[in-house]
């Protein structure tokens, strides 16, 4: 896996938040076809990097190639544009929107009638009536309904089936079993498998490293804004990652030496 | 470099580097003696004035709320101690007058907390309806204190002069120590400034936020109702525009002062000096002949270089806004 | 049972409370006003007034819809006001006007710039160039009035400029020309907001600008275009105005910036952005003019405007915060 070319390339990335120092020479690969778990504790930088990746943050140094090519513009709307798909904790959906708008905000499908383009809200409704379906919201919810109405698993899942309905490249999962009951959380991690079979790049942050583990084919641990393990699931067992997050990379110091 | 930052993180750094710009420009092109003691005399009166409202607004401020009201307030309280002493004397015509604007205050305090509405849009109410008020009160007429008032030693206290130095300078700076203790010393202050920036954090802390709002409402308008009565008391005749557009003058010298409307940072003594920066370019445009326009002009002008570089100097300086 | 049936009603269109205050209002003022303010003379100034406010409150709505303010759209009536007289009578009248909302539109472009680039309060910039183009205006007229003569003002330009009214037949005495304008904006306005991509921006900035930023919304273009509309439907109410007027002074607008807000929160606008309703503002700014109007007819003292505007503000916002919440209970 390691010869072809990786769809993303972290390269000695820092970021500075005033004078914080958030991340710090972060380099990482990402290849298409994989699932990758992101963990570490709470502030250690994971949340940092992916929104970094999906264009919130510009990074103050360093380098991010998509696709071999050198990223030099970060906005949300250009990864978007590129197939990466984020789906985040607390960000992403707007409570006064309805569903159906809510789903396709930022992409919204066209219909031209004479010349001017107007949102087809057909095309919306049905679509998003059928993810939210798939994914076992209410029966009285409709698209037309307002976020608002929404509970928190509800949302995750109006939050997934959007990431997964477009076809895209990369998924990025910030902590996307938060908030759910156990069979959703089987479900979503479920998709989650499913789509790096469909030879996407899946990254999954948590900081349930057991969890993971079940899912990922490898998996890097961030302490303190630095990557401090990148490893695969195969050489590493669960409970030796834990130890690493434990010993906040003191270990593999210790091991490299 | 580390001791400029430190330096800049006090909220009225701003002002000080503000005034110490103006006062170089005023002496370089002096075309209507700017350094005379009359001059002086009269831009440090109106200053304590308006410094008296900007500090109550600064305070408003930073409870993260704002107060537009106060031009209003300062107006209906004024004329409310030029009306009372017909009937109350100096002394009773000061505390009615005093109570008037607080419960100017507590209503719009109570209309925030307790209705859950956007300071802006009470205070808002609030311009209009006292404004409204004084309109149908007086009826548009002059409004004048006797003789005897005039002489009365109250009177005298809050507008004439004392040690040869002028009341309202005293006041200014008697309220500027007492508020600033306030502030920075005691309790309330605590609650204040915790209330500002970050309120669902000092609410977790058992801060009573909805108490401090009210409270900081009142003392906003009692100090808005105070300066009213300091400026009637040196002039004791009224009219119905008075203080009308003063709410800009007074929210443009808090900002100046380094009120950002983010909440929970502000400066008493940069509202002190933003009331000296906007009164002293008025004197100075005055003298050299412009139209009282620019003067409006001017002040927008300034507000939004003000906001824009303080935002900037507090974010140079590490400060989340 | 009526009570479940109305609450979706109530929840999708916050408009609802400002049209049953509407009708209570003119049945209320029909009926004690001796047919003095019921007549077909006053009704038409009322539609008059509501047009120049309106147009107005339309832009300060949008700008509200993305969660900042524009307080200095009274000063821009005013310039564009200006404007248009000043080159209506050099120039040409469409030409003059094009001038004025241009104008208008630069400086809400000038608002929308500064409030985006530098990330500060819309409140305090909009202040501040509240003051500026107040202070310009007064300065530009030198205290006296810009117009244009009365043998002039024929023509269809003048006419279609809110000059006159239309369809005045018999005893009815029309509408101003600039209540088209109104109607005109009002609909491609909806239409903009509820059917194009343009509208779900803005709420979604409005509703959460965090989220709408996260979907690839460029936030900051959302706003600026919104700043823009504003200050050229300010600049737009002002031409009318001033087509009616014939004439204008360096306070032309005063205070207006602060009905336009009444009537957005009237009209059942969340100043928190997101939830906005451009019908229900207008009816806001024609319930304000109504009831101007009536305290000039029944010969109350117009003073007593203020002191109800103040009031009507502060119980509209918390009757419309009350309705929301009861709305929202489950």
């Known amino acids: ?257 | 470099m580390t001791s400029t930052r430190q330096l800049a993180k006090s909220a009225g750094f701003g002002s000080v580097v503000g005034v110490a710009l103006m006062l170089t420009a005023f002496t370089l092109i002096d075309f209507s003696g700017w350094w005379t003691a009359r001059t002086i005399s009269n831009v440090v009166h109106f200053s304590s004035i308006l410094a008296l409202i900007a500090m109550g607004q600064a305070l408003v401020i930073i409870s993260k709320e704002i107060d537009l009201s106060v031009g209003s307030v300062y107006g209906l309280t004024g004329i409310a101690f030029i009306t009372f002493e017909h009937s109350l004397g100096v002394p009773g015509a000061v505390i009615a007058a005093l109570a008037i604007a607080a419960v100017c205050g507590l209503l719009q305090g109570l209309a925030v907390v307790r209705g859950g509405l956007p300071s802006m849009i009470v205070t808002l109410g609030g311009l209009f309806t006292f404004r409204g008020i004084i309109y149908v009160w007086t009826g548009g007429s002059v409004r004048n204190f006797s003789e005897a008032a005039r002489e009365n030693w109250l009177t005298k206290l809050f507008g004439g002069e004392v040690f040869g130095i002028e009341a309202a300078v005293l006041w200014m700076l008697l309220m500027l120590a007492i508020l600033s203790v306030v502030l920075k010393f005691t309790r309330f202050g605590n609650h204040l400034l915790a209330t500002g920036g970050a309120s669902d954090s000092a609410e977790s802390r058992g801060v009573r936020i909805d108490r401090v709002k009210i409270i900081t409402f009142v003392m906003c308008s009692v100090m808005a109702g105070f300066a009213g009565i300091v400026t009637l008391a040196d002039q004791p005749q009224t009219h119905v525009t008075i203080g009308d557009l003063l709410e800009l003058e007074a929210i443009s010298a808090a900002v100046i002062g380094g009120c950002l409307l983010s909440g929970g940072r502000g400066s008493l003594i940069g509202a002190v000096l933003g009331a000296f920066i906007v009164t002293s370019f008025r004197y100075e445009l005055i003298a050299l002949g412009a139209p009282s326009s620019w003067f409006i002009t001017f002040v927008g002008v300034v507000l939004i270089v003000a906001i824009i570089f303080n935002q900037k100097l507090a974010r140079w300086a590490g400060h989340n806004v | 049972m009526a009570d479940a049936a109305f609450k979706p009603l109530v929840r999708k269109h916050s408009e609802i409370g400002i049209f049953l205050i509407a009708i209570l209002l003119i049945v209320f003022f029909a009926a004690t006003s001796e047919g003095r303010w019921n007549n077909s003379y006053n009704i038409s100034t009322i539609l008059q007034i509501t047009a120049t406010l309106g147009l107005m409150t339309l832009g300060v709505a949008l700008v509200v819809g993305t969660g900042e303010i524009d307080i200095s759209v009274g000063s821009t009536f005013g310039m564009s006001a200006l404007i248009y007289l000043f080159l209506a009578v050099r120039v040409d009248p469409f030409i003059a006007a094009t001038a004025a909302v241009c104008v208008g539109a630069l400086i809400g472009a000038f608002n929308g710039y500064l409030v985006t680039k530098t990330g500060t309060p819309s409140l305090i910039i909009t202040l501040g160039s509240l003051m500026i183009f107040r202070g310009l205006a007064i300065a530009l007229t030198s205290g006296f009035a810009f117009s244009i003569p009365y043998k002039e003002r024929g023509g269809f330009s003048y006419f279609i400029l809110g000059g006159d009214n239309m369809f005045n037949f018999g005893t009815f005495a029309g509408v101003n020309t600039g209540f088209l304008w109104l109607i005109f904006a009002l609909v491609v306005l909806t239409v903009v907001l509820k059917l194009m991509p343009y509208g779900n921006h803005l709420l979604a900035v409005g509703g959460s600008s965090e989220s709408a930023h996260s979907r690839g919304i460029r936030v900051d273009r959302v706003k600026l275009k919104a700043f823009i509309i504003c200050g050229a439907l300010a600049g737009l109410g002002g031409v009318l105005e001033a087509g009616k007027l014939g004439s204008a002074d360096g306070s032309m607008g005063r205070l207006m910036e602060l009905q336009a807000i009444a009537s957005c929160v009237l009209g059942g606008c969340l100043l928190a952005g997101g939830r906005i309703s451009l019908i229900g503002a207008l009816m806001g700014a024609f319930v304000l003019s109504s009831i101007q109007s009536y305290l000039v007819v029944m010969a109350v003292r117009p003073q007593w405007f203020m002191v109800l505007l103040g009031i009507i503000v502060v119980f509209a916002a918390l009757g419309d915060k009350k309705l929301r919440h009861w709305a929202h209970k489950h």
């Open chain 1, 1 to 257: 896996m390691s010869d072809a070319h990786p769809l993303i390339q972290v390269k000695n990335l820092d970021l500075y938040f005033g004078s914080f120092h958030a991340l710090k020479d972060v380099s990482v690969d990402f290849h298409a076809g994989e699932l990758v778990g992101l963990v570490g504790d709470n502030g250690a930088g994971k949340t940092t990097l992916i929104r970094v990746l999906c264009g919130i943050h510009k990074p103050s140094k360093g380098e991010v190639y998509f696709d071999g090519e050198l990223v030099t513009e970060f906005h949300p709307k250009l990864a978007i544009d590129q197939g990466i798909e984020t789906i985040q904790q607390s960000v992403g959906l707007c409570d006064n929107l309805s569903i159906a708008r809510n789903f396709y905000l930022g992409r919204e499908p066209m219909k031209k009638i004479v010349g001017i383009p107007f949102l087809d809200f057909k095309q919306m409704r049905s679509m998003s009536t059928k993810v939210i379906r798939a994914f076992g919201l209410r029966d009285n919810v409709s698209a037309d309904d307002e976020v608002e109405r929404l509970s928190g698993g509800e949302r995750q899942s109006v939050k997934i089936g959007r990431a997964v309905e477009f076809k895209n490249r990369v998924v990025i999962m910030d902590e996307p079993t938060n908030h759910l009951s156990v069979r959703e959380r089987e479900h979503v991690n479920e998709l989650a498998v499913q789509l790096k079979e469909q030879g996407l790049l899946v990254i999954y942050i948590t900081h349930d490293i057991f969890q993971v583990h079940k899912l990922a084919d490898r998996v890097v641990i961030m302490e303190n804004g630095e990557k401090i393990e990148d490893a695969s699931t195969d050489s590493m067992t669960a409970e030796q990652l834990e130890e690493v997050i434990r010993q906040g990379g003191r270990l593999v110091e210790k091991m490299g030496s």
